[in-house]
């Protein structure tokens, strides 16, 4: 590419430094040094350099041009002003503010350690044959919004994006405290899937508006479940649960809690959408409650320990 290629057309890196070992860098061939840094709007160029990687092709020739924002010296919120203002080509979306976390990047080496990948930046591919499991930031907050309580599933559910609105407030720090356990995020994600899969199993099983009701209190009803095992002591922050594993010794429960959530949700919204009910914050909250309470008193069976 020539320098005289459009700044919109320019991927862009922040760092938190930039250092050169010349007091005066070579305009032509230079190496520099760059401390904590996140790539900004580079999605289409990260995608294509992965599938011309896994096609074989050469990457030591391939040169990109980009451009590097220093912050230091800058305010705090400058790195997620440069996202804002340099993505004039395509819409800026709050997930690529979530890049300029550092605590993100420590998560994800914590877990690349225990052969985990997660992908927290836009672009990066979930294709690791080096990872035993992999899974990105949507599937995470999702997962760590069922976790953390009803208020913040139902919003997950009704926009997931806002969750990102603000990484330096509510609800993001809620799902990502900086205290957040790697394995509580992995295990988190493992039932997150597994109880879907469950869930979507049942819902074969019921007529075609039951099903619908089922499949909609997704987020509602993985949490109540989250919160039933973790009253129940199991360890979300070992590596080593087996949660599959134990989504599957309790299905039963799971069956009897998809029941509770249809009858419940047919005496309270029997002529209503299912899809609009469960987005609806004030209206979760209460249906939760109830269906929560009902559900311990006629569960049949002790959930195990982990």
């Known amino acids: 590419m020539s320098d005289a290629v459009s700044d919109d057309l320019r991927d862009h890196i922040v760092a938190e430094s930039i250092s050169c070992g010349r007091i005066n860098p070579r305009a032509t061939d230079e190496r520099f040094k760059l401390k904590g840094l996140s790539i900004v709007n580079g999605a289409q160029t990260s995608g294509a350099l992965a599938r011309a990687k896994r096609s074989g092709i050469a990457l030591e020739d391939v040169r990109v041009t980009v451009r590097v924002i220093s912050t230091a010296g800058h305010d705090a919120d400058f790195g997620k002003q440069v996202t804002r203002k ?106 997150w899937r597994s109880f879907g899969m469950a869930l979507d199993d049942v819902s074969k099983t019921l007529e075609k508006r039951g099903a619908n009701i089922a499949k909609n209190s997704l987020y509602m009803a993985c949490a109540l479940f989250m919160q039933t095992a973790r009253s129940k002591g199991v360890a979300f922050s070992s590596f080593e649960w087996d949660v599959e594993g134990w989504i599957s010794d309790n299905t039963p429960d799971i069956e009897r809690l998809v029941g509770l959530i249809v009858d419940t949700h047919e005496v309270e919204n029997s002529s209503g959408h299912a899809m609009a009910f469960f987005k609806n914050q004030q209206k979760m909250a209460s249906f939760a409650s109830r269906v929560g309470r009902e559900f311990r008193a006629i569960k049949a069976t002790t959930l195990p320990s982990a």
């Open 86 to 191: 340099t993505n004039t080509q395509n819409q800026v979306t709050n997930r690529e503010f979530v890049a300029l976390d550092p605590y993100q990047l420590e998560l994800s080496e914590i877990l690349h350690a225990e052969g985990i990948l997660y992908s927290f930046r836009s672009g990066q591919s979930l294709e690791s044959e080096e990872h035993k499991f992999a899974f990105d930031l949507e599937e995470a907050t999702r997962a760590l919004a069922c976790l953390s309580s009803i208020d913040n599933a139902t919003r997950a559910k009704r926009e997931l994006g806002r969750m990102w609105l603000d990484i330096k407030t509510n609800p993001y720090l809620e799902l990502f405290p900086r205290n957040l356990e790697p394995a509580n995020m992995y295990n988190a994600v493992r039932f």
